[in-house]
């Protein structure tokens, strides 16, 4: 049985990994699935306010757990069940470092996700991962939505 990570940061797009790999299963492919988040690790500030450290990573769990809640319910809502996983620090490396602790044969990530410079850098976690997994990694793009040009000309039309 094959092993997937799939790499989820709670935006709509980072879903589009969690519909593909369940795509895969639904024609047949036997899976288990590894849901991996990873959180930004606390700034100067988190860490001299609170002065407990074990107080900021329970947050990051906590935080990370949360933004999985969405694509846990797909895979449930499919009968399939996953093992969780939430890190802290650099995404594209700390996911390498989840595949290989958790077995993973391949991943499932979205081409964008809500980084902060997401729309500067197309798919810049997505990229690196490619560059630095052990394993194969498959890029879901997000299905793009037709123009509907004809409708807009003869809307045009109709008030010319």
């Known amino acids: 049985m094959l092993k997937i990570l799939i790499a989820v940061d709670g935006s709509a797009l980072s879903l589009d990994a969690v519909h593909h790999v369940l795509r895969l299963v639904q024609d047949g492919l036997r899976a288990s699935v590894v849901l991996a988040n990873v959180q ?17 990573a329970a947050a990051s769990v906590e935080a990370g757990e949360h933004l999985m809640a969405p694509a ?4 449930q809502a499919a009968g399939l069940a996953c093992e969780t996983a939430v890190g802290v620090g ?3 490396h700390v996911l390498v470092d989840i595949i290989e602790s958790s ?4 991943v499932a990530i979205g081409a964008r996700g809500q980084g902060a410079i997401s729309s500067a850098l197309l798919g ?6 490619a560059h630095a997994s052990p394993v194969p990694v498959t890029i ?7 123009e509907q040009e004809d409708d807009a000309e003869g809307a045009a039309d109709v008030t010319a």
């Open 140 to 146: 879901v793009k997000h299905p793009e939505v037709p």
């Open 90 to 92: 650099d995404p594209a």
């Open 103 to 106: 077995g993973c044969d391949m």
């Open 40 to 56: 930004e690790p606390a700034s100067l500030y988190e860490l001299v306010v609170s002065r407990d450290p074990d107080l900021i």
């Open 124 to 129: 810049s976690v997505s990229q690196e991962l």
């Open 72 to 75: 846990r319910a797909l895979l």
